[in-house]
């Protein structure tokens, strides 16, 4: 066992992890811990946009920005939060700018921005174009611009260090544990500060865009060190993931003008969302896939809808809305543009299921795509563990793992890689501080203990259960119960069989025995924790009885204000799960309707 000393640990190095760290690193000894090699981190596959109210090509505001998330979110976002976010957003990408980002321009070498779902001008209704991007590889490029940073500002790397547990010690933050995969040697990490960010865990679905590294390890840490999480049930679904694959088709092929045709050849977003039609939020837009498919409307009658980006298609309905370029002039495509903003995703349909988007329609279905929940932060990024939202002293979480909460019900595409740079750079602000004012917290006289006892009960089980079965078993009650539609009976048989599954689990077969990378005891160790977060994702959504963003019930289709303004939290306890709620923050929005 190696020990190590750190005033900040950051565990994982995708856009929040980094972020958090050059910022930490300012001020205090920063080491980053990365299961996966840090350019392998999931931001990479962002492809569409970072949203920033710049004003390149029209006008736009942050307070439009910041309207539009609240709407987006269903009224469920903090707004405290939202507003600093989308104030915080203009200098954030400009600072990446200077970081050395290669976003795309426009002529006048202003980035250029595209529009995404949700993104509006607040006085007309009309999509604005608020995405700032790098053709299809925003994310990529973000991640690998703050990774050069990271290097020169000689952030520690610890690469393919798997942590396994979060020390607490009296209510403090003490350190980690972490097994390193080369060795399967334990390594301890003493920290005055941890922040998590470990990204999502869209692998609790059976169709989904997320990597498989998106196993939910910092909520299933959390979970067991008695922090709740937040707003679980709220999972967000994105519209365009390739039929029966799940791979994403970015929104930004609706903003450059793709549409979403059913099986009779129509544009049924002109049903669903009059004003911005295939520009509406995801939520509503899976949820019209759906009823669309259930009327038999797919395409030839399957689960299926076509996405088409073909010049000919776009150039029609973009003269059907009187789309305009920003001069003014209207809106037309030739192949060569669309193969210039979409380069990547020319490349996936043609690689995966060889279809060229530039002559012929993308076959796509909703796909579990972003979680909304995770650990509660405040807008610093520091940990709150309770409907008071007390800080827990030196522990942060920040990206797609934390629950700030700025996207409430629903994310508004784009905002996500904002949440990542925004949060992340308050995150290790607050974390340097914290450490500079506070000593190290005594480390516990076994600090591995807990970890090997847990990773020996799973070395050491009976054998007799497949972990690919239960894995199959727990996506498809997931996907089945507790995805874009819900109903009280689904959810009570989800919430029953992944108990199920958790029992069964304690009986899973891992049949390398080795340390040297033994990945199959990994595996184990990562479904272990999809499983506790798909039990608490079941809870929360049974008991919420109201539709609101991207928890859709049928049996019950109203928002309910009244009695579920309010965010969930919830607590893994004595073998179940606890919940309770805390009141959403409000400055000046008062809930509405959603139209769109
Ligand atoms: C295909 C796709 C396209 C997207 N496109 C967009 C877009 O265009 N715009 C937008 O705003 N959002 C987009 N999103 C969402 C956004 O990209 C993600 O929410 C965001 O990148 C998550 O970043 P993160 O830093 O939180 O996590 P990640 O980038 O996933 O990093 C997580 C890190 O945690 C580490 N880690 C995890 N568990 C452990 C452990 N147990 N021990 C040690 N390390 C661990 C991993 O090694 C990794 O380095 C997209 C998402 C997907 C899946």
Known sequence: M???????????AGGAGLTAALYASRNASTAVISKLYPTRSHTGAAQGGIGAALGNTEEDHPEWHAFDTVKGSDYLGDQDAIEFMAAEAVDAVYE???MGLPFSRNPDGTIAQRPFGGHTNNETGKPVRRACYAADRTGHMILQTLYQQSIKNQVKFFDEFYVLDLLIVDGKT????????????????????????????????????????????????????????????????????????????TEGVRGEGGVLINGEGNRFMETYAPTVKDLASRDVISRAMYLEMKAGRGINGKRFMNLDVTPEVVNHYAEIDGRKNPDGSPYRVTASDILAKLPDIIDFCETYIGVNPVTDPMPVQPTAHYAMGGIPTNKYGEVVVDEKNTVLPGLYAAGEVACVSVHGANRLGTNALLDLVVFGKYSGLKAAEFANSEAYVDLPPDPEAYAM???????????????????????????EHVGVFRVE??????????RELKERFKDVRVDDHGSKYNMNLIEAWEL???????????????????SRGAHSRDDYPDRDDDNWLKHTLAWMENGGVRLAYKPVTMTKYTPKARSY
């Open 453 to 479: 006892q847990q990773l020996n009960a799973i070395r050491n089980s009976s054998g007799k259960e497949n972990m690919i079965t239960l894995a199959s078993e727990m996506k498809s009650v997931m996907a």
């Open 528 to 546: 272990s924790n999809l499983i506790d977060i798909a039990e608490v994702t079941a809870v929360s959504a049974l008991a919420r009885k109201e």
């Open 2 to 12: 190696q020990k190590h000393q750190y005033e900040v640990v950051v565990v994982g």
């Open 96 to 98: 990446l700018e200077h």
């Open 174 to 249: 003490a350190g980690l544990v972490a097994m390193e995969l080369a060795t399967g040697e334990m390594h301890i990490f003493q920290a005055k500060a941890v922040i998590i960010a470990t990204g999502g865990h869209g692998r609790v679905w059976e169709t989904t865009s997320n990597a498989y590294s998106y196993t939910g390890d910092g909520v299933a840490l959390a979970l067991r060190k008695g922090i709740p999480a937040e707003d679980m049930e709220f999972y967000q679904f994105h519209p365009t993931g390739i039929y029966k694959m799940g791979i994403l088709i």
């Open 489 to 498: 009976e689904g959810m009570a048989e989800a919430v029953e069989k992944v």
